[in-house]
């Protein structure tokens, strides 16, 4: 079974778009088999995606912090819940249990969780596929910005070109499924994390 980590808000965002772009990817998670690896919540778009799998009879797994779980945000229903002590242990547990990642809309969290996936890729502490999940077009500005940074030369073309990006959750979906097939190592190097 594939397993993907979801990084995405702990908000809803104003838009019920998102909560809907949200649902209907946890359940084609379940439909798919593929096994949801997260940061643990019940809150937000995470709660949402968390309950679509389980309600589809999916496997979920939650990676989440004590401070968090003492917030009492913990999703208590979960396949699994692996309380860790730091956001850093979060991170790297979320990515040695994945094959891929895919963000969705959120706050700063999400941006750093999946800015930190495409960096150890870059730096080859893994190499495992990476999207965004591009509802309402809520990641443009970003996108934008990658390719400011191309521009002002901070950022590689081939750097930025691997960031796979839809706003169609299905097609963005097998494209990083194909793309985990392709390149995904089982592996993690955490003395390099």
Same mark, same amino acid.
């Given at each position: 079974?594939?397993s993907?980590a979801?990084?995405c808000?702990a908000?809803s965002?104003?838009n019920?778009?998102?909560?809907?772009?949200?649902?209907a990817?946890g359940?084609?998670?379940?439909q798919k088999?593929?096994?949801?690896?997260?940061?643990?919540?019940?809150v937000?778009l995470?709660g949402v995606?968390?309950?679509a799998?389980?309600a589809?009879?999916?496997e979920?797994?939650?990676?989440?912090?004590?401070s968090l779980?003492?917030?009492? @945000?913990?999703?208590e !229903?979960?396949?699994?819940l =692996?309380v860790?002590?730091t956001m850093? +242990?979060?991170? %790297?547990?979320m990515?040695?249990?994945s094959?891929?990642f895919m963000a969705?809309p959120g706050g700063?969290?999400?941006?750093?969780?999946?800015c930190?996936i495409?960096?150890?890729n870059?730096?080859?502490i893994?190499?495992k596929p990476y999207a965004?999940?591009n509802v309402?077009?809520?990641?443009?500005?970003f996108?934008q910005m990658?390719?400011h940074?191309v521009?002002?030369?901070f950022?590689?073309?081939?750097q930025?070109?691997?960031?796979? @990006?839809?706003d169609q !959750?299905?097609a963005l979906? =097998?494209q990083?499924l194909?793309?985990a +097939?392709?390149? %995904?190592?089982?592996?993690?190097?955490?003395?390099?994390?």
């Amino acid at each position: 079974m594939k397993s993907i980590a979801i990084f995405c808000g702990a908000q809803s965002g104003h838009n019920p778009v998102y909560r809907e772009a949200a649902h209907a990817l946890g359940t084609l998670f379940a439909q798919k088999e593929i096994r949801l690896v997260y940061g643990g919540g019940k809150v937000g778009l995470m709660g949402v995606i968390a309950d679509a799998v389980l309600a589809g009879g999916g496997e979920v797994v939650g990676v989440i912090p004590q401070s968090l779980v003492d917030m009492e @945000v913990a999703h208590e !229903g979960l396949t699994k819940l =692996h309380v860790v002590q730091t956001m850093h +242990e979060r991170k %790297a547990l979320m990515a040695a249990e994945s094959d891929a990642f895919m963000a969705l809309p959120g706050g700063f969290g999400t941006f750093d969780e999946f800015c930190e996936i495409v960096t150890w890729n870059q730096i080859k502490i893994i190499k495992k596929p990476y999207a965004l999940y591009n509802v309402n077009g809520y990641f443009n500005p970003f996108l934008q910005m990658l390719d400011h940074s191309v521009a002002e030369g901070f950022l590689k073309p081939e750097q930025r070109n691997k960031v796979l @990006v839809s706003d169609q !959750g299905e097609a963005l979906l =097998h494209q990083l499924l194909k793309s985990a +097939e392709a390149t %995904a190592e089982d592996w993690v190097d955490f003395k390099r994390i």
